[in-house]
């Protein structure tokens, strides 16, 4: 299947710094890109839709100045925890739709985000 | 109540067993349903992908789609050791598979 390369895979911080996600297709161009936040024993809560070019769409309750979304081209986007806090602790995961694989969603491996 | 209702388990069962992993959903929107693996602090893995209701085989993989009851259901035959993993179903409305609905996941373990 497609690869999605997700980088890093661990991040500790400092509350009120910011810390940069990166989500990379290694195979295959994707247009669009997704990012998820998981909570310990708990499903995948889609945070946003990253469009190639184009401004991300956030789902309800998401803070767009908070969470910056960049998609600068075919094979990369970017998620950017601003002035973290203790609350933004959680795992992040990025996932890519491979259009010539069915449209089928493959996943990152995620980043494990701690901000103390 | 949620969309998609999975049982958390814990569940563990014996090498070789079969097990049974099983979804129930609300809303009949849904036409497409998937099967995820995911290892403790990994991304998910596709594992099936299926379309509407019926049957789909990989492998010891067997995914079960009822749309008239709401249900679906992952079968792993034989089952191995390294299948110990939390098993994520989800299901979207459309092609757009990353505007799935997902549930909260069920952690098996098979015990060698």
Request: overall charge neutral; aromatic content about 10%.
């Amino acid at each position: 299947g497609a690869v999605v390369s997700q980088h890093p895979s661990r991040v500790i911080c400092k509350s009120g710094t910011s810390v940069k996600i990166e989500c990379r297709s290694l195979d295959f161009q994707a247009t669009t890109m997704f990012w998820y936040r998981q909570f310990p024993k708990q499903s995948l809560m889609l945070m946003a839709t990253s469009n190639e070019g184009s401004k991300a769409t956030y789902e309800q309750g998401v803070e767009k100045d908070k969470f910056l979304i960049n998609h600068a081209s075919l094979t990369l986007s970017t998620l950017t925890v601003t002035s973290a806090h203790p609350e933004d602790s959680s795992f992040y995961i990025c996932s890519a739709i491979d259009r010539a694989a069915n449209e089928k969603l493959f996943f990152g491996s995620g980043t494990q985000l701690s901000v103390l | 109540q949620k969309e998609v209702e999975q049982d958390p388990g814990p569940l563990s069962v014996p090498e070789g067993a079969i097990v049974s992993l099983n979804c129930t959903y609300s809303n009949s929107a849904f036409q497409y349903f998937m099967w995820y693996r995911q290892y403790s602090r990994k991304g998910p893995e596709l594992l099936m992908y299926t379309y509407s209701s019926g049957n789909k085989e990989d492998g010891r993989f067997t995914a079960q789609v009822d749309i008239s009851s709401k249900y679906i259901s992952l079968f792993i035959r034989d089952s191995q050791p390294s299948d110990s993993a939390t098993y994520l179903c989800a299901m979207s409305k459309g092609t757009n598979a990353g505007k799935s609905t997902f549930g909260d996941g069920t952690t098996l373990t098979v015990k060698p």
